[in-house]
């Protein structure tokens, strides 16, 4: 048989072979390092033999999906084995790796807490020293039910098996589990760099009908520095929890009365609405005009555009006296009911309809999280109606701007183009044009991308933007997206050039997506401290003493007259106390005065940007900050000690 390698190079045997022996052969060191191999595109075990010609790449810790991944499976049957060890009677369910490391759903006879994962780690430890080979097999059905007739989780899973399922069991030392690999080829190989993280409650196949079992959350990565890197991450994940950070700058709240639907306090409202005023200023700028539709509409209006039949369990509704209605989900109903409002004609295309709608999806309630999941939000959304031959500036134009915006906030992003999927409308022409269109933009702009063919949407393909935050962390904000169907639907047109009707495409775009949830990424980028253009409160005016209490309402006034979002704080407190607070506040400026200010009309300027700034004159301080303000430079801010 012919192995085709990574390389290109091609192995020839004249016998079967596993792919760990090809890996041997090929070099010890990869051998050791192998987690899994990928045969002719899929990932399969080590110990998969080869019979016939194939390409083979050997996997190993490096590799994301299907190396990375193996590691951390086989780490998760270690765990589960030092579990058993210390508590014979728990009894497992299952124990997947997933993006960030892995977990195992157990069902424990007593509760466990955190202070249980120290000694689970080090029986684990005592478990890879041991060099276990892992080993793999087989069983029929009737023997592996019988085999594992002391695990009822695992004989629920086997029971719910397809009647021809290979059944496979992998056995590492005195522990066994129901599984379909693939795995290491023995438990050292996990090596050291792997931390329990934390405890959550877990139902029995995700229903809250069955038993709530306990999941223990964990990673493994292939060196320390990396999990090190890792555990640093999420720690300052954790103290930059949007709701947390929310709480304690009076930006947002939550109610049980209202889950998964956002109270915005005084402060998170100036900063929604610093950020919305730029948007609008962007917008227009760009040749977009703003329309507000309602929010309850009529349930004939959401069956023409599919979404009483497609996404009905997804929306609110209600019965009134004039029939039935949904509150809208999406503002595309209401954006074509505005189009169709006058005849129109070539001229008025691209007609830019935006619309900052605010929608309500009912989300499962588990799903909810703070600002970043929830059941009413504002969409930053805009339709714009064009013809073909107007895809390709059109969408140069909305890329540009959500560039722009992305790069105000110090953000990079990637880019991904989806392509036709196998069910979709359309004809082969209009697809071809529609992709083409938003190639060629990313093209014009020079913007690398990624390709998912295949994953657009049935009416339309589409570009989403996924934007990275200083945590490296990715999150899928703008899209635009082409639709062929809705234009259908309600049987939009404009009379063309050539005097006869013609159909529009329609483009469906937001920039930050959420506004809400876009709040919540800037909560947590910035860690609360905004630039100066966004932050609630930009300079804080401290007197040093109530002596200067009117000489500081002067400064304010005088702010305030510019324009300038400021507070004093004239509480009987000691100045070191006041200053404490403002930066607990994350404010950017804080204008100290005293006798020396007053009498030559200065003010002393701290700054989280560079600390002591030293003295100015009212008039230049106002001066810098509006400059600042208007330009939206991103500052670095001082390291605290
Ligand atoms: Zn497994
Ligand atoms: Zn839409």
Redesign the pocket.
């Known amino acids: 048989m012919r192995i085709t390698l990574k390389d290109g190079s091609v192995k020839e045997y004249a016998e079967a072979k596993s792919a760990i022996e090809i890996a041997r052969d090929l070099s010890e060191g990869l051998a050791r390092a192998a987690c899994a191999a990928k045969v002719d595109g899929e990932v399969k075990d080590l110990r998969t033999v080869l019979d016939r010609d194939c390409t083979l790449e050997i996997l190993t810790a490096k590799d994301a999906e299907g190396g990375l991944s193996t590691l951390r499976?086989t780490a998760?049957?270690v765990m589960a084995q030092a579990i058993k060890h210390l508590f014979p009677e728990a009894k497992l369910a299952i124990?997947p790796s997933i993006d960030s490391g892995f977990y195992y759903d157990i069902d424990f006879p007593e509760p466990i807490t955190a202070d249980d994962l120290p000694r689970i780690e080090e029986e684990m430890r005592k478990i890879v020293k041991e060099d276990l080979p892992v080993e793999r097999f087989e069983l029929p059905r009737a023997e592996a039910l019988e085999f594992m007739k002391d695990e009822p989780y695992k004989v629920e899973l086997i029971t719910d098996l397809p009647e021809d399922a290979v059944i496979s069991f992998?056995k590492q030392g005195d522990f066994t589990?129901l599984?379909?690999?693939p795995?290491l080829m023995s438990t050292k190989g996990v090596g050291k760099a792997y931390k329990l993280l934390n405890i959550a409650g877990a139902y029995w196949r995700g229903s809250e009908k069955n038993k709530m079992l306990t999941r223990i959350y964990a990673t493994a990565f292939p060196t320390k520095d990396e999990l090190d890197a890792y555990i640093t991450r999420i720690e300052e994940a954790k103290k930059r929890d949007h709701r947390k950070l929310g709480r304690e700058l009076d930006l947002f709240m939550l109610s049980d009365y209202g889950p998964g639907f956002p109270f915005f306090l005084p402060k998170g409202v100036i900063l929604k609405n610093a950020l919305m005023e730029h948007w609008r200023r962007v917008h227009k700028k760009a040749g977009y005009v703003e329309i507000s539709t309602p929010i309850i509409l009529n349930r004939v209006l959401w069956e023409t555009s599919g979404h009483w039949d497609h996404y009905k369990e997804d929306m609110f509704t209600l019965s009134t006296e004039d029939g039935e209605f949904a509150i809208k989900p999406m503002n595309c109903p209401g954006s074509i009911l505005v189009y169709q409002n006058e005849p129109r004609s070539y001229r008025d295309l691209p007609l830019r309809l935006a619309e900052p709608g605010i929608v309500h999806r009912n989300e499962k309630s588990g799903q909810l999280h703070g600002l970043m999941r929830v059941r009413c939000f504002t969409q930053d959304d805009a339709h714009i109606y064009i013809t073909q031959d107007q895809i390709k500036d059109e969408v140069r134009r909305i890329v540009e701007i959500i560039d722009n915006m992305y790069k105000l906030f110090g953000f990079t992003y990637g880019v991904e183009l989806s392509t036709r999927p196998e069910d979709s409308m359309g004809t082969d022409e209009e697809w071809a044009a529609a992709e083409n269109g938003l190639r060629e933009a990313l093209e014009a702009l020079g913007l690398p991308y990624t390709i998912n063919e295949g994953d657009g949407a049935f009416y339309g393909p589409k570009i989403d933007f996924h934007l990275v935050d200083c945590l490296g962390r990715t999150w899928q904000c703008a899209t635009i997206q082409l639709d062929f169907q809705l234009p259908q639907r309600f049987e939009l047109e404009y009379k063309g050039e050539d005097g006869l009707k013609h159909r529009p495409i329609m483009i469906h775009r937001v920039v930050f997506g959420s506004i809400e949830r876009f709040i919540g990424i800037l909560i947590e980028h910035f860690a609360g401290a905004f630039p100066t253009w966004l932050a609630p409160v930009q300079v804080k005016v401290l007197p040093i003493s109530d002596k200067f209490e009117a000489y500081a309402k002067q400064v304010e006034e005088a702010l305030d007259a510019a324009g300038i979002r400021v507070e004093s704080d004239l509480r009987s407190e000691k100045i070191g106390y006041k200053i404490r607070q403002a930066q607990l506040e994350k404010v950017p400026y804080m204008l100290v005065v005293g006798q020396k200010e007053e009498e030559s009309g200065l003010v002393s300027v701290r700054s989280r940007f560079a600390g002591d700034e030293g003295q100015k004159s009212l008039e230049d301080f106002i001066a810098a900050i509006q400059e600042e303000i208007r330009t939206k430079v991103l500052r670095e801010n001082v390291k605290e000690a």
Do not use: E, L
């Open positions: 499976h998760s049957h124990g992998y589990d599984c379909a690999g795995h």
